[in-house]
């Protein structure tokens, strides 16, 4: 299900396009900003929304990298390691991070707190090393900055 | 050169304070000129697109139909709906200048939106975003609405009778969505895969009508070419590729970020004047001149060579999105490929076999060097295997991958030869206890 002010953002959303199928990549924006992550359940519902097949929601979800389709932790932390981070030393903040969560990349907390991936370029090469936190960048990184960053999240 | 897209004002990105410095005006001396002539200028002005491929936009834009009026049965016209797609998916490696006009020049874009969709009689554009960039869109959303009350956008604009519209969309990370038939794909809601050209955009683009996409950076340019004249526009800088360019300079240098430049400026210039020069004093061991795709440059190559079309094709590579790596001496060349490699195997779309297949088995070899345990003929099948995507793929991302694969072998060969599994009697020893 989606709340009333997603659906009504999305029926002014359909007006903006030839074909209300445009509106997939949004509806589902809508869904995980409310459920986070793209459920079966979530997909169908889409689906039947914009009146398009589930199978076709599907193969958006799965084609876009920032659409969870398993779930995720509350704080969705992804670590730039394209080449300019890399060359400013990303991947101490991987490790760093992987210390402190003990969790590997790709893995969530067993509190289901945090979950830490890998991403490819964020475009903050010239604020590299950089992790995005949900919606936040959070820039020219050096371990002691991601320790407080990760004190300040709720 | 005093900053034209990017300029030092306090605010700037406020409405009212884009207006106090002459905001706007061009949109209503465009306004007052025939389409065509608004076209004509653009064309003179020589402006060549800033989203990679250096295409002159002028040009673009005369390849969009015009309407055709009510009765009339003119050739070559349509009666289609036109749209304008502005590319602001900002993915390639090493580049985050659009990042810079969304959040300190958000009008100089829309301002250059709508003058872009007079001239080519447009009455929706969109501008696509990559997803990641939430904070960014929210900012220009915020200026968006505030054209939007002032009369800059939407029905009878500033009283002129011409009307358009201007909507954001969120990408969901996907870099082949930067690709102009990707973007159009995405945009209808589909998977983000290429599609085939000819048809090009502007017979067949968004939803089988006459389209245009242009880079973010592209369109800023727009008002400052009816500001200064066109005239005056096409000294500024290469004059084979003039204007005012945003380069991005990221890696091993002493004050990265983004720089604005006449075209044709020194590369060492943009390292040592610019970007506070290399840290550590240390020496460059190799340069990436306009993002990750575009050919890799030797540090002891890259004196006099300037950042413009020419002068990086003369050099052998290209200006890409001038988004500038600095490597230092002490830099592992086969980690950085290896790097690059896996990111174009990760954004590949798959549909391709040369790309799909290819860039994994790339990154697979390139895994070998990395881990030392390659062998010697390991470098020409490497170079094999890209040489067998390039030109074999609907869209660029093949060639994309391809470019710096055969670059690196070709000026750092030694590097590789360096990371060949040292004895051979090792690989004899491994097959026969295999047997």
């Known amino acids: 299900m989606l709340s009333d002010k997603s659906l009504q953002r999305i029926e002014e959303l359909k007006k ?14 809508l869904w995980q900003e409310e459920h986070g992550w793209i459920s079966d359940e979530g997909m169908k519902y889409v689906a039947g929304l914009l009146g398009v097949p589930p199978h076709h929601v599907y193969g958006v979800v799965s084609f876009y990298t920032m659409f969870n389709s398993k779930p995720v932790g509350r704080h969705k932390i992804e670590v730039c390691t394209n080449i300019s981070c890399m060359l400013r030393n990303s991947e101490r903040i991987v490790k760093h991070l992987e210390n402190i969560l003990h969790i590997k990349v790709g893995e969530t907390t067993p509190d289901k707190r945090y979950t830490l991936m890998e991403a490819e370029c964020l475009g903050s090469c010239g604020t590299a090393p950089m992790m995005q936190i949900g919606d936040e960048y959070h820039e020219s990184l050096d371990e002691g ?3 407080s960053i990760l004190a300040g999240l709720r | 050169m005093e900053p034209l897209i990017l300029p030092k004002i306090t605010d700037y990105h406020k409405i009212d304070v884009y207006e106090s410095h002459g905001g706007y005006e061009m949109l209503r ?22 989203g990679g491929a250096c295409f002159p936009t002028g040009l673009k834009w005369t390849f969009m139909p015009k309407s055709r009026e009510a009765g009339s049965r003119t050739a070559g016209q349509t009666e289609k709906p036109k749209y304008l797609c502005v590319n602001g998916d900002e993915s390639e490696p090493g580049t985050f200048k659009d990042r810079a006009i969304f959040e300190f020049n958000p009008h100089l874009l829309i301002e250059g939106t709508a003058i872009a969709c007079y001239a080519m009689g447009i009455t929706t554009a969109y501008l696509y975003v990559r ?7 929210r900012m220009v959303q915020k200026a968006v609405d505030d054209a939007y009350a002032k009369g800059y956008l939407g029905e009878n604009i ?7 519209n201007l909507y954001l969309y969120r990408g969901a990370g996907a870099y082949i969505c930067g690709e102009e038939s990707a973007l ?33 950076e592209t369109i800023a340019n727009v008002p400052i070419i009816l500001r200064l004249g066109w005239e005056t526009y096409a000294k500024i800088g290469a004059p084979k590729h003039p204007g005012p360019i945003l380069v991005g300079v990221s890696g091993h240098v002493n004050k990265p970020g983004i720089y604005e430049m006449p075209t044709g400026a020194l590369l060492t210039d943009i390292i040592y004047k610019y970007a506070g020069g290399v840290s550590g004093n240390k020496k460059i061991k190799a340069v990436i001149p306009g993002g990750s795709s575009t050919m890799i ?7 006099g060579v300037t950042m413009d079309a020419e002068g990086l094709k003369a050099a052998g590579s290209a200006v890409g999105t001038a988004g500038m790596i600095v490597m230092d001496e002490d830099t592992d060349l086969i980690k950085v490929i290896t790097r690059i490699t ?4 990760h954004e590949s779309c798959g549909q391709c076999t040369p790309c799909r297949e290819g860039t994994g088995w790339m990154f697979k070899i390139l895994k070998r060097f990395e881990n030392s345990e390659a062998r010697m003929e390991d470098i020409d099948l490497l170079l094999d295997v890209a040489n067998n995507i390039e030109g074999n793929t609907i869209c660029a991302l093949g060639d994309a991958a391809a470019w710096p694969v055969q670059s690196m072998i070709q000026r750092f060969r030694d590097e590789f030869e360096r990371r060949v599994i040292k004895s051979s009697s090792i690989l004899v020893g491994t097959t026969v206890a295999a047997h």
């Not at chain 2, 465009?30 to 002005?45: F, H, R």
């Open chain 2, 29 to 50: 001396k465009a306004l007052g000129m025939k389409p065509e002539e608004v076209t004509d200028v653009v064309k003179k002005s020589n402006l060549r697109g800033r």
């Open chain 2, 297 to 303: 440059l030797r540090g002891d190559a890259i004196e």
């Open chain 2, 342 to 345: 896996k990111f174009y195997y």
């Open chain 2, 184 to 216: 159009m794909n995405s945009l209808e809601g589909e998977r983000g895969y290429p599609r085939v050209k000819p048809p090009f955009p502007a017979q067949n683009g968004l939803w089988g009508c006459p389209t245009t996409i242009n880079n973010v």
């Open chain 1, 16 to 29: 903006r396009y030839q074909r209300t199928q445009s509106v997939i990549l949004e509806a589902l924006w």
């Open chain 1, 145 to 147: 900055k991601v320790d």
């Open chain 2, 158 to 164: 500033v009283g002129s009778g011409f009307s358009t």
């Open chain 2, 131 to 137: 997803g990641e960039y939430i904070r960014w869109i």
